[in-house]
């Protein structure tokens, strides 16, 4: 009997624990249900616009279009594209800031959207054609694409900012004082002939140079053959001296001058009338009238014959 006694309260003990643990499992088992549901019924991502462009920031040439590529995705969070979740397209108006003296809209393929439908989860390939309507300074300017969802009440946009870049430009331009092609020389003696180098770049142009093609024999030089410098818009008269040899044949002859920089170019030709100078004029006038006067009196004596 003691022997029993003792088991007793072992015996309790047990199964007391055994009824616990029983009694433990359905809280356990609801609890991850709990868990299960509570993850089930998380908050949702938020919708966004997401915008992606490889060049940002473009250059091109004067009087040319700038051309940017991009695209635009309407999703929630980090989910694969072509994943849907209940949700269809969405229509969203576009708006485009651009500086002054340019002109800029955003195209779909080849035609201008001023809206656009989304497909919920999926991206769209878009592109902003940016036109300057004048020539520009040099430097960079800036353009935002907004893209704003139409539907009433409903907040969703997104917006990307891209630049284009104006580099200098370089011209410069020679031409003649008197806009004239084509002048008078007299030869065995030095001519002067005024040319007019014009800078029309955006900026300043370094170390141009003045150089001439003429017939074989003649002398041509510059006041100045090299200009350091010359400032945007400035103007720089060149006197030109050309002296044909003296025995040179009355005539039209051509010649060729030429302002060059690393940048930039212009060549003008010039057809020059060679005249014969006046001492020999006055020479050639009194052989001819030598000669008559010759032939003259041979008449006379012949005649008394």
């Given at each position: 009997?003691e022997?029993i006694?003792?088991?007793?309260?072992?015996?309790f003990i047990i199964?007391t624990?055994t009824l616990?643990?029983?009694l433990?499992?359905p809280?356990?088992?609801f609890?991850?249900?709990?868990?299960?549901a509570?993850e089930?019924i998380?908050?949702?991502?938020?919708?966004?616009?997401?915008?992606?462009?490889?060049?940002p920031?473009?250059?091109?040439?004067?009087?040319?279009?700038?051309?940017?590529?991009?695209?635009?995705?309407?999703k929630?969070?980090d989910e694969?594209?072509?994943i849907?979740?209940?949700?269809?397209?969405k229509?969203?108006?576009?708006?485009?800031?651009y500086?002054?003296?340019w002109i800029?809209?955003v195209?779909?393929?080849?035609?201008?959207?001023q809206?656009?439908n989304?497909?919920f989860?999926?991206?769209?390939?878009?592109?902003?054609?940016?036109i300057p309507?004048?020539?520009?300074?040099?430097?960079?300017?800036?353009?935002?694409?907004t893209?704003?969802?139409?539907?009433?009440?409903d907040?969703l946009?997104?917006?990307?900012?891209?630049?284009a870049?104006a580099p200098p430009t370089y011209?410069i331009?020679l031409t003649?004082?008197?806009?004239?092609?084509?002048t008078?020389?007299?030869?065995g003696?030095?001519n002067?002939?005024?040319?007019?180098?014009?800078?029309n770049?955006?900026?300043?142009?370094?170390n141009?140079?003045?150089?001439?093609?003429?017939p074989?024999?003649?002398?041509?030089?510059?006041?100045?053959?090299?200009i350091e410098?010359?400032?945007a818009?400035?103007?720089?008269?060149?006197?030109?001296t050309?002296?044909?040899?003296e025995k040179?044949?009355a005539?039209?002859?051509?010649l060729?001058?030429?302002?060059?920089?690393?940048?930039s170019?212009?060549?003008?030709?010039?057809r020059?009338?060679?005249?014969?100078p006046?001492i020999w004029g006055?020479?050639g006038?009194?052989i001819?009238?030598?000669?008559i006067?010759?032939?003259?009196v041979?008449?006379?004596r012949?005649?008394r014959?």
């Open positions: 009997m022997t006694k003792r088991k007793l309260p072992v015996f199964l624990l616990s643990i029983i433990m499992i809280g356990m088992l609890a991850q249900e709990d868990e299960e509570v089930e998380a908050e949702p991502e938020p919708e966004e616009l997401i915008f992606e462009t490889k060049l920031k473009i250059q091109a040439k004067e009087g040319e279009t700038f051309t940017f590529n991009f695209d635009v995705a309407y929630a969070g694969p594209f072509g849907e979740e209940g949700k269809s397209e229509t969203f108006n576009i708006t485009v800031d500086p002054t003296g800029a809209a195209a779909s393929g080849s035609t201008e959207a809206a656009i989304l497909k989860n999926s991206e769209e390939s878009l592109k902003l054609i940016a309507l004048v020539q520009q300074e040099p430097g960079e300017y800036d353009f935002k694409v893209i704003k969802s139409a539907v009433e009440g907040t946009e997104g917006s990307i900012e891209l630049t870049v011209e331009n003649t004082k008197t806009g004239r092609l084509s008078e020389l007299t030869s003696k030095d002067h002939y005024k040319l007019i180098v014009t800078n770049s955006s900026t300043s142009v370094e141009i140079s003045l150089s001439s093609t003429e074989e024999g003649w002398q041509v030089s510059f006041d100045k053959d090299k410098s010359m400032e818009g400035e103007k720089i008269e060149i006197d030109v050309i002296n044909p040899p040179t044949i005539g039209d002859y051509m060729t001058f030429k302002a060059s920089s690393e940048n170019n212009s060549s003008i030709d010039l020059a009338t060679v005249e014969t006046t006055i020479v006038i009194g001819i009238v030598v000669v006067i010759g032939v003259a041979i008449f006379a012949l005649g014959r």
